[in-house]
């Protein structure tokens, strides 16, 4: 784990009690001790270093204590302070049109573990109906620990959100309000595509979009629609991925032209 999230604030002499399954979740699995420093991201989205100051076994509380020096964390790996600066300019959506639950959760994990900001499951005409109908009844305090547990392993300071189900339609028209936004669709023919350093190749961009098909793929009505909405058709020639692969490797791919992008505009 790479940081702690919490959504109470510290009081005023910079404590933090943490209590219920916050509690047993550090004593339990991360087996926290006095005088352990964990990175801990506080509800206003800040992120502080604190030690363990006390653990109550009676009350079941553990008390920690903000402070500025530094020292071994149990929070392993690099720290989340380390990643933070890679979203701070470009916020990241992906348009996933829905598949199986399974396949789903595992899409919303790995976004959010990449610091995608907003996911927007589609409805799509190659989704199936129990799929659609799952996405929608789908428990919000599930997404949510998905999102919550993804944010601590990854150390990503973005708080990532799930949207309701949208039509592609409606997803189109919410992408449309963003100002400068760059979005691509991916596609499994040439049709029409262009490659990736292309599309974003000298442009400003502070919201980045990718959609992702489901098993099926997406359809050519709505190949079309998405071009007239400003999506970009991009084919990768690489081999036939599965929906969950694709959508990783579609983030994970526009992150890195635009970081290459990036560095090309400072070094003009």
């Not at 302070?81 to 470009?90: C, D, L, N, T």
């Not at 589609?122 to 199936?128: K, L, N, P, T, V």
């Not at 793929?217 to 071009?227: D, H």
């Given at each position: 784990m790479r940081q702690f999230i919490v959504q109470n604030v510290p009081d005023k002499d910079g404590l933090v009690k943490i209590i219920g399954k916050d509690y047993r979740y550090l004593r339990q699995v991360l087996r926290v001790k006095n005088g352990d420093m964990l990175s801990v991201?506080?509800?206003?989205?800040?992120?502080k270093n604190t030690t363990v100051?006390?653990?109550?076994?009676?009350?079941?509380?553990?008390?920690?204590?903000?402070?500025?020096?530094?020292?071994?964390?149990?929070?392993r790996g690099v720290q989340a302070?380390?990643?933070?600066?890679?979203?701070?300019?470009?916020d990241y959506w992906l348009?996933?049109?829905?598949?199986?639950?399974?396949?789903?959760?595992?899409?919303?994990?790995?976004?959010?573990?990449?610091?995608?900001?907003?996911i927007v499951p589609?409805?799509?005409?190659?989704?199936?109906k129990q799929n659609i109908l799952a996405m929608e009844s789908g428990k919000r305090e599930r997404l949510e620990r998905?999102?919550?547990?993804a944010r601590q392993q990854s150390g990503s300071p973005v708080e990532t959100i799930v949207h309701p189900v949208m039509t592609t339609e409606q997803a189109i028209s919410m992408w449309q309000k963003e100002q400068q936004a760059k979005g691509i669709v991916l596609y499994e023919r040439n049709l029409n595509s262009l490659p990736l350093h292309k599309v974003v190749n000298g442009s400003s961009v502070k919201n980045a979009g990718v959609v992702v098909g489901c098993e099926g793929?997406?359809?050519?009505?709505?190949?079309?629609?998405?071009?007239k909405g400003s999506f970009i058709p991009v084919h990768f020639d690489v081999n036939i991925l599965?929906?969950?692969t694709a959508s990783l490797y579609g983030i994970a791919a526009m992150q890195s032209a635009l970081l290459e992008n990036s560095v090309w505009q400072l070094r003009e």
């Open positions: 991201r506080f509800s206003d989205g800040t992120l100051c006390s653990v109550d076994e009676n009350l079941k509380t553990i008390t920690l204590q903000l402070c500025e020096t530094s020292g071994q964390s149990v929070t302070q380390e990643v933070e600066g890679h979203f701070a300019h470009v348009f996933q049109y829905i598949a199986k639950p399974v396949k789903m959760e595992l899409i919303i994990r790995q976004a959010v573990e990449c610091g995608v900001k907003h589609i409805a799509g005409e190659f989704s199936q998905i999102i919550r547990e793929g997406i359809s050519p009505s709505e190949i079309e629609l998405l071009m599965r929906c969950e």
